[in-house]
Structures are given as structure tokens and as C-alpha cells.
């Protein structure tokens, strides 16, 4: 049994099954239920960041991974570094310290809160796990949906659907720059695998311009999530309105994921081994 | 012929998208916000479907007539596209969502006329 997708398969397969039979449920069996799930990604996490350390962890979808180290990769692949698994266990750890307090904040809760907040979930771990540009696009809008779902979730306040809609349209326009720039590099390198990239942009012999215009829309969309300035008028309005326990994850952990991305990509395919990718980056004096 | 087209994908991608960015700022309802942004998002659709595109080559379903291992267009960017569809339409799906509410409770869909949307 692998244990690498376990951090995104649990939470998914819960917030289903939520879905599913959680009208006939009390609501505090629910409340167990999401606790318990998020403890048990809390687990896994903390277990995939020790066996992480003695090197990473490659996961390959579906078991469709290269003939071998130098054959060109076609499938998808987690690449789970301590970096990564220790900010999904911190993640982990959130939601269920959100979990915990929301056991006796919301008066009455539907399953929907519960199964938002475990895709949520899903979403950051699999942000900080995956090896593939694509996916981390994927996982950034899933969590802006899921988070959107939660940060109007008391729709009944006015300000909080002004909020959640802010957070949407913003965030949804810095994905699309993102996905540009993920289009791109995949028209120059012909990958979308984090490593691959960064192998044929060190190789290709790419003009310095064209590198650095990728690299500027790639990371857009992530410095939207990550409210970094001039990109951060949706934070005031998203974090004033979204209810305590989805503002623990905002705060805690959703923004400093998209900051974690922007390091990732970066440090994987523009500057692999901490070398910039020839010389192109000096002249920006990183 | 085959870079005139490709630059006019190119073009029309990059059109699209400042277009799109144009009506989401104007916009006067938010059904028509919705719309545009769905416009930006068919500039990704342009975007990729341009990159895959390789000219002369058959679309990349190997059945009769085209034998596998020959070349056809990059069917990747395809389904990134179909992929980029799926996960758009859950945005805006949202988003219309959020529409209704706010309508149902300001009585207006025209961001500039409810209140709590100043600012």
C-alpha cells in the first residue's frame, strides 16, 4: 500500500461520502468524522515527512513513470520533499484545530461546511505534494473554489458574498495568467513535469526574454494567492468576512501555500540546484 | 501560411483576454461579470489549443486511417483544455451562485447600486 496519495484520497473520499449520507446524519457524527479524517491526515503527513527526509518520495500515477531516470516523463507524478509534506501535515493540522473549534461555533452546520473543508484540505496537500505544473494549476483552483464555497458560507451577511465573490473573480483571473504561463512552458519544453522542465530549460537554449515572461505569468496566479502587494485586495475583503475556522486556514496556511508554490517552481525549474538557469536571472539580481 | 496562423492565434488569445479583463472592470451586472470572465478564460482555451497545433497534422484519433505512432496534434493540450474547462465551470458556477443570493437580497445585480458592494 503507498502511502504517498493517501493525504488527498482520505479527505476526498470523506468530504464524498459526506456528501452522500450526511442528511441522515447528527450533525456531531459529522463533526467526528471530519475530525477524525484530518487527524488521520495529520498522521499520514507527519510519516511521509520522515520517510521523506532520507530522499524524496517520486509517486507516479497510475505506475506510468519513465523507463528510467533519463527517459522523458509523460506521466503524473507526487515529488514529496519534507518542505512539502511538513507544510501539508501544518495544513492537516489547521483543519483539524479548525475542526475542533467549530465543534461548538456554528449553532447548526450542514455537511456541506464539512466536505468543503476536507477538499480544501485535499487541495493544499496535494499543492504542496505534486511534481507537475498542470496539477499545481488544478490544485489552485480547486482550493480558491472550495474556498470561496466556505468564505461566503454564512450567505445570510451580506458582506460575506462581497467578499467571496472578490476572492473569486481575483483569484480566478491570476489562475488564468498562471495557466498562460504554464502553456507556455509547456510549448517550449514539451513537459509539464516540475523536474523535466527544469532539465530542458537549464539545456534549451531559450532567449533570456522568453524565459523570464514564463516565469513572470507562471508565478502570477500564485502571487494573487498568496495576496503578495499589488496583489492583495482580495485579502482585506475575503479574510474580514470568512467565518473564524475557515479564517484559521486563510490566514494560517492558504497564503503562505501559494508563496511555498512560487519557491517550488522556481527553485525546480527555473534554478535547479540553486543555480539559476544559465546566468538568465542574474542581471534581476536574485 | 502556417505562421500568419499561428500568430493569429496568438493574437486572438491575447485579444480575448484583454477584452475579457475590460468587461470584468466595466461590467455594470454581475451575470455580465460572469460572462467575461468566462471570455478570459477562453483566451487559455486559444492559448493551449495553439500550442498543441501542428500544421497539416490530423487531429490525434487513431482509428482507421491514421495508424498509431504517426504524427497528429498534441493531444496533451487538449485535454489540459478539458481540464481548464471543468475546473472553470465550477468557478463560475459559484459565482452565478453568489449572484443569485445577492440579488435575492440587495434587490440589484449591478455592483455599483448594492450597498455592501462599495468598495
Not at chain 1, 53 to 73: C, E, K, M, Q, T
Not at chain 2, 10 to 32: D, I, M, T
Not at chain 2, 102 to 112: C, E, I, K, L, Q
Request: charge should be neutral; proline fraction near 5%.
Amino acid at each position: 500500500m503507498q502511502l504517498a496519495p493517501l493525504p488527498i484520497v482520505v479527505p476526498l473520499t470523506a468530504a464524498a461520502v459526506l456528501i452522500i449520507i450526511g442528511k441522515h446524519l447528527h450533525r456531531r457524527i459529522m463533526d467526528s468524522v471530519a475530525i477524525a479524517t484530518s487527524a488521520a491526515v495529520v498522521v499520514l503527513t507527519m510519516a511521509l515527512t520522515f520517510k521523506s527526509a532520507s530522499g524524496v518520495i517520486v509517486y507516479w500515477f497510475g505506475n506510468w513513470r519513465p523507463l528510467s531516470p533519463s527517459h522523458f516523463p509523460i506521466g503524473i507524478c507526487l515529488a514529496i520533499d519534507p518542505i512539502g509534506a511538513a507544510l501539508a501535515s501544518l495544513a492537516a493540522l489547521l483543519v483539524l484545530v479548525a475542526f475542533i473549534f467549530s465543534w461548538s461555533y456554528f449553532k447548526s452546520v450542514g455537511a456541506l461546511y464539512h466536505a468543503l473543508m476536507l477538499v480544501f484540505l485535499a487541495a493544499m496537500c496535494a499543492l504542496s505534494l505534486t511534481g507537475d505544473l498542470f496539477d499545481m494549476f488544478v490544485w489552485l483552483e480547486v482550493m480558491t473554489a472550495a474556498g470561496v464555497a466556505l468564505c461566503g458560507y454564512k450567505s445570510e451577511q451580506s458582506q460575506s458574498l462581497q467578499g467571496a465573490l472578490n476572492f473569486a473573480v481575483i483569484n480566478t483571473i491570476g489562475a488564468f495568467l498562471s495557466l498562460t504561463g504554464v502553456a507556455l512552458l509547456y510549448g517550449a519544453t514539451g513537459s509539464l513535469n516540475l523536474a523535466q522542465v527544469g532539465r530542458t530549460l537549464a539545456a534549451a537554449h531559450l532567449s533570456e526574454q522568453f524565459v523570464t515572461v514564463a516565469f513572470l505569468f507562471t508565478v502570477s496566479g500564485f502571487l494573487v494567492k498568496s495576496a503578495t502587494f499589488p496583489f492583495h485586495f482580495w485579502l482585506a475583503d475575503a479574510h474580514a468576512v470568512a467565518p473564524t475556522p475557515v479564517c484559521i486556514l486563510f490566514s494560517g496556511i492558504m497564503v503562505e501555500l501559494g508563496l511555498y508554490a512560487i519557491a517550488r517552481i522556481y527553485w525546480i525549474a527555473f534554478a535547479p540546484g540553486g543555480q539559476p538557469c544559465p546566468k538568465r536571472f542574474d542581471r534581476y539580481s536574485w | 501560411m502556417q505562421p500568419v496562423l499561428t500568430y493569429a492565434g496568438y493574437a486572438a488569445a491575447v485579444w480575448l483576454f484583454l477584452v475579457g479583463l475590460y468587461g470584468v472592470v466595466k461590467s455594470r451586472h454581475l451575470v455580465n461579470l460572469c460572462l467575461s470572465l468566462t471570455v478570459v478564460q477562453a483566451s487559455t482555451y486559444v492559448l493551449l489549443t495553439i500550442i498543441g497545433y501542428r500544421p497539416g497534422l490530423p487531429a490525434p484519433i487513431y482509428t482507421d486511417g491514421l495508424k498509431p505512432g504517426s504524427a497528429a496534434v498534441d493531444p496533451i493540450v487538449q485535454a489540459l483544455m478539458l481540464t481548464d474547462v471543468v475546473v472553470e465551470a465550477t468557478v463560475i458556477a459559484l459565482l452565478l451562485a453568489i449572484t443569485i443570493k445577492v440579488h435575492r437580497d440587495a434587490g440589484t445585480a449591478d455592483p455599483n447600486q448594492v450597498d455592501i458592494m462599495r468598495g
